[in-house]
Every structure is written in structure tokens, then in C-alpha cells.
């Protein structure tokens, strides 16, 4: 197997239910904030995305939460697939962060259990 | 979204050595960027891959380590020189068109050093 995901924080979730996936986000002036999905073998894979002036976000069996009082984001995903087993990364980023630069958070794996 | 080409997709190689790898976009884009994924742990930004000027490191990444080329708006190369085991990593090229666009992954160099 590969080495992403084996010593990060793992969220197990029974086949069909909901997961909730947490970051807690560090700069205040980041304005622009991304999910990414890695599964094995592969380069992280745009999920869903967020501006600061949002503070919910729906995409297709997903939902990201932005909370900038307590710097805090959350992916949900609704009924969760087999397919939805990798490890998730938040990124923090935009222009009023001064740069293009995105800083990523340390990681999720998410486990399916069928 | 723009694809990218990143080659080799995994190498081992000896101590001391150097390896280059190659990234590759089938469009022009603004920015590029290098990142390291040591194993089990989140992505860390090695530097900005600017045409036609020096690379932009990041706080412990310098260029004798790490020389970085990006002759034009679509190709970079990121050299990993003199390796040592503690080199051994997955590195990433990723691309955006700027603010607000996120970020598109390679599918990662994975290189053990020996």
C-alpha cells in the first residue's frame, strides 16, 4: 500500500451514512479555502471549494461549512461510497493571504466500511 | 481544468545522486508550484516555480536542494540534488490560473532514496 493516510487521524464511517470531516484553518486573512481528496497512488483531486464570504457551499453529495469566527471548515458528505475511501486535506489560501500560496491542514483518512 | 505530466511517477535511487523530475501542462497557466508529501503526512510547499526568474523558496528549502527550472509557461523541472534517505517522498507539481482557481495536482513523484 502507499504511505499517504498512515499516520493520520482516520475517520470510520459505515457504508450509506454521513461523514464529517473537521480543519481548523490558521490564517484570518485567508479569504479562499479548498477540499481536496488523495487516494492511493495519486495526486490530491479538487473537491469542493469556499470564498470567505460564504459560509456554506453545496457541490454534488457535498458540503462544505466555513465558520471564520472560530477558523473552522467541514466537509460533509452525504451518503458515503466505497469510493469516497481516501484521505482529505483542507487548504487555506487567496489573495488577500498575500499570496497564491495555499497552506494544506494535516489530514483525514476516511475509512468505508461496508 | 488544465492535465498535467509528471515523470517519473516513482524512481529509487542511491544516496548522492540527483534525480529530475519533470512537469508537464497541456495549457498555459499562471503559476507553479512544488510540493513535498513525506510519507503518512501532509503537503508542504517546496517553492514557486517562476518563468523565466529564479524559483520563490520556501523557509527551509534552498536552492542547491532543490534546483528549479521553468523555461516557459506550460513546463518545470524540480531537481532533487545530492539525495539523502530523509529525501525519500512523494513530490508534487500543481498549477493555477490564479486567485480563486485552486490548485491542479500531478500524480506525484514518489522517490525512495537507498
Known amino acids: 500500500g502507499e504511505s499517504v493516510g498512515l499516520h493520520l487521524p482516520t475517520l470510520s464511517v459505515q457504508e450509506g451514512d454521513n461523514s464529517i470531516i473537521n480543519c481548523a484553518y490558521s490564517?484570518?486573512?485567508?479569504?479562499?479555502f479548498i477540499w481536496y481528496k488523495q487516494e492511493s497512488g495519486k495526486g490530491p483531486q479538487f473537491i469542493i471549494d469556499?470564498?470567505?464570504?460564504?459560509d456554506k457551499r453545496q457541490g454534488q453529495r457535498v458540503t462544505v461549512l466555513l465558520n471564520k469566527t472560530v477558523k473552522h471548515l467541514s466537509l460533509q458528505i452525504a451518503a458515503t461510497q466505497p469510493g469516497d475511501s481516501a484521505v482529505y486535506f483542507c487548504?487555506?489560501?487567496?489573495?488577500?493571504?498575500?499570496?497564491?500560496?495555499?497552506?494544506f491542514g494535516t489530514g483525514t483518512r476516511l475509512k468505508v466500511l461496508a | 481544468s488544465a492535465v498535467i505530466s509528471q515523470k517519473p511517477s516513482r524512481d529509487i535511487c542511491q544516496r548522492g545522486t540527483s534525480l529530475t523530475i519533470q512537469c508537464q501542462v497541456d495549457?498555459?497557466?499562471?503559476?507553479m508550484f512544488w510540493y513535498r508529501q513525506q510519507p503518512g503526512q501532509s503537503l508542504t510547499l517546496i517553492a514557486t516555480?517562476?518563468?523565466?526568474?529564479?524559483?520563490?523558496?520556501e523557509s527551509g528549502f534552498v536552492i542547491d536542494k532543490f534546483p528549479i527550472s521553468r523555461p516557459n509557461l506550460t513546463f518545470s523541472t524540480l531537481t532533487v540534488s545530492n539525495m539523502s534517505p530523509e529525501d525519500s517522498s512523494i513530490y508534487l507539481c500543481?498549477?493555477?490560473?490564479?486567485?480563486?482557481?485552486?490548485?491542479?495536482f500531478g500524480s506525484g513523484t514518489r522517490l525512495t532514496v537507498v
Open positions: 490564517n484570518s486573512a485567508s479569504d479562499y
Open positions: 516555480a517562476n518563468q523565466g526568474s529564479e524559483a520563490t523558496y
Open positions: 500543481s498549477v493555477t490560473q490564479g486567485a480563486y482557481y485552486g490548485y491542479t
Open positions: 487548504a487555506e489560501g487567496g489573495p488577500t493571504s498575500g499570496t497564491y500560496k495555499y497552506i
Open positions: 495549457s498555459q497557466v499562471t503559476m
Open positions: 469556499i470564498r470567505s464570504n460564504m
